[in-house]
């Protein structure tokens, strides 16, 4: 990979990894609502669970929905489907108590590694990702090369989101103002999945 080919990339990378996406709202919503350390395995769960997205699209899982384009669109209505019950879940949370996992504690490193590959955003970024900055000549390597910095960029981001949270928390101050916050950004998911209700009918 050149060096104008790594710059682009990592610019891509950054503005892909910071927009707001299920994941970031979701980090948002796990920072406001348990705090930094209990949302840690979250947020490693998606830099786990994306590489290995990652890299698998990479080394030939993409191909597979090529050829059987109905396992994308089953796949896409699930992770739209499991989008939606976790809006519902943040829509009816308390203001004391997570919603995330609708059982009183953020969520998991396997949870949120796991919700990657119904996550519509983290698609997106990972077969654009792929189709844009690999270089044939050395496919393999800049796959993995690519699944790396991926990682590495979008850490910051997911702090940032986090800390964003604890931050907002201070400001919130009452269950009452918690409750609000929780319903925006369960509103926010739902917004985030417009792009997928409108490839559906396209």
Same mark, same amino acid.
């Given at each position: ?48 669970? =994306?590489?290995?997205? #990652?890299?698998? @699209?990479? %080394?030939?899982? +993409?191909? *597979?929905?090529?050829? &059987? ?69 050395? =496919?393999?390597?800049? #796959?993995?090369? @690519?699944? %790396?910095?991926? +990682?590495? *960029?979008?850490?910051? &981001? ?45």
């Amino acid at each position: 990979m050149s060096g104008s080919l790594l710059a682009a990339f990592v610019l891509f990378a950054f503005v892909s990894s910071i927009t707001p996406g299920p994941n970031n709202i979701m980090l948002l919503a796990s920072g406001v609502n348990y705090g930094w350390r209990p949302t840690l395995p979250h947020i490693f769960g998606i830099k786990v669970g =994306f590489i290995i997205m #990652v890299v698998l @699209v990479g %080394l030939g899982f +993409g191909q *597979v929905f090529e050829r &059987s384009p109905m396992v994308y669109v089953v796949l896409k209505w699930l992770g739209t489907a499991y989008l939606l019950w976790l809006a519902w879940k943040l829509f009816n949370a308390g203001g004391s108590v997570g919603p995330i996992t609708g059982e009183g504690k953020p969520m998991s490193f396997l949870q949120a590694a796991a919700f990657q590959w119904v996550n519509p955003k983290a698609w997106t970024m990972s077969v654009a990702a792929i189709a844009t900055y690999t270089v044939p000549d050395a =496919f393999t390597t800049s #796959v993995f090369m @690519v699944a %790396l910095i991926y +990682g590495l *960029v979008g850490l910051p &981001s997911s702090v940032f989101w986090t800390v964003s949270g604890v931050g907002l928390k201070r400001f919130l101050g009452n269950e009452r103002l918690v409750r609000g916050f929780n319903v925006a950004m369960a509103l926010l998911l739902i917004v985030s999945l417009i792009p997928t209700f409108v490839s559906a009918f396209h």
